[in-house]
Structures are given as C-alpha cells and as structure tokens.
C-alpha cells in the first residue's frame, strides 16, 4: 500500500510536465491516469457510512444510592473493619474483659486471622505504663518484658486468657499514642 502511494504521489508530480521536463504550460503532456494496479492495491471491506446514532443497548440510569452496609466479617478471618469506641474492643482476638485506663479513647480497631490492634489515645506513655504494670496483673494477665525509653515511649508485652500481646506507646507534647497488639 505504501507503494502505491508513493506511486501514486510521483505520478501526481510528473503528470504536469511536459515530455522535456518543463513545467507543461507551453506544451500540453499526455493525460495522467492512475495505473491499475494502484487502484487493486487499495484495502477493501472498509465500512462505506459513518454511524450517526448511538447504540440503543446502553443502561439509561445509573444506580442513585450506595449500599448502606457491608459486611465486615469474612469467615475464618474475623472482623476486617476499623471499629471505633468500644465496638474496637469486640475484635476476634481482644478479651471481653481487657482493661482499658480511664481516660483514654479507642479510636480505632481491626482484626485479620489471629492478630487484633486497638489504637488509644488522650493519655501520656508514663500514664498508659502505670496503669497497666498494675491493672494487667489484677485483671490475671502476666507482664512478660517492661521496656521504659524515658518518658517519651514505653512498651509492654504480656500474656493471659488465650492470647499473648503487646503495648505500644508514644508520645510528644500534645501527640500521645498507644497500640495494644492481642494475638492468638
């Protein structure tokens, strides 16, 4: 096809010329024509009409509201949602009766197979390590390692009632966080 179109683009050039190479004003040439195998070489099977109209079988509407629930729960598994408040502490794998220091919000909650976190907030790390050196023990949990790192962090791990965890915290001025870890 690329021949023929440059064929056809050297016949288009010569076709004004005269038979000495003038520009053919003086002395008409011969009559250009397009050779015929230029024309057999063209493609066939081309459409030979444009669609002016756009297809029926398209949806007319879209759906115009979200589901308002989903689960958050897949078998095996366990809860996949971020939970806040208490409902953080209904996690598979987070006891019933896990303490939680007065003061502190739960803000945020999730369980995967046999690992649950439960983030705090609102408390400094010397409170959260204070509260729990004596409210794990009294609650029957055991404190297996307590790692102070001054009073801008602090972690515990323990172990009772089915799952092993730790503590997490963290803090700077106003920005105070702490992560429980319960796994089963």
Same mark, same amino acid.
């Given at each position: 096809?690329?021949? =023929?179109? *440059?064929?056809?683009?050297?016949? +288009?050039? @010569?076709?004004?010329?005269?038979?000495? =190479?003038?520009?053919?004003?003086?002395?008409? %040439?011969?009559?250009? &024509?397009?050779?015929?195998?230029?024309?057999?070489?063209?493609?066939? +099977?081309?459409?030979?009409?444009?669609?002016?109209?756009?297809?029926? *079988?398209?949806?007319?509407?879209?759906?115009?509201?979200?589901? !308002?629930?989903? /689960?958050?729960?897949?078998?095996?598994?366990?809860?996949?949602?971020?939970?806040?408040?208490? #409902?953080?502490?209904?996690?598979?794998?987070?006891?019933?009766?896990?303490?939680?220091?007065?003061?502190?919000?739960?803000?945020?909650?999730?369980?995967?197979? %046999?690992? &649950? !976190?439960?983030?705090?907030? %609102?408390?400094?790390?010397?409170?959260?390590?204070?509260?729990?050196?004596?409210?794990?023990?009294?609650?029957?949990?055991?404190? @297996?390692? #307590?790692?102070?790192?001054?009073?801008?962090?602090?972690?515990?791990?323990? &172990?009772?009632?089915?799952?092993? +965890?730790?503590? +997490?915290?963290?803090?700077?001025?106003?920005?105070?966080? @702490?992560?429980?870890?319960? /796994?089963?």
């Amino acid at each position: 096809m690329l021949t =023929g179109l *440059a064929l056809a683009g050297l016949v +288009g050039l @010569t076709a004004g010329c005269g038979p000495d =190479g003038s520009d053919g004003a003086t002395t008409p %040439g011969p009559s250009a &024509s397009l050779p015929s195998s230029l024309a057999s070489a063209l493609p066939t +099977g081309l459409p030979t009409t444009i669609p002016t109209t756009l297809p029926t *079988a398209l949806p007319t509407s879209l759906p115009t509201s979200l589901p !308002t629930s989903l /689960s958050t729960s897949l078998p095996g598994v366990g809860r996949i949602d971020g939970a806040t408040g208490a #409902d953080a502490l209904k996690g598979t794998n987070v006891p019933a009766d896990f303490p939680i220091p007065p003061g502190a919000k739960v803000k945020l909650g999730a369980s995967l197979a %046999g690992t &649950s !976190t439960v983030t705090l907030t %609102g408390l400094t790390p010397n409170a959260i390590a204070a509260f729990y050196r004596t409210a794990l023990p009294a609650a029957g949990y055991r404190i @297996t390692s #307590d790692s102070p790192a001054g009073g801008a962090a602090h972690a515990l791990a323990f &172990s009772g009632h089915g799952v092993t +965890g730790g503590i +997490g915290t963290a803090g700077f001025g106003q920005a105070q966080g @702490t992560v429980l870890l319960f /796994s089963k």
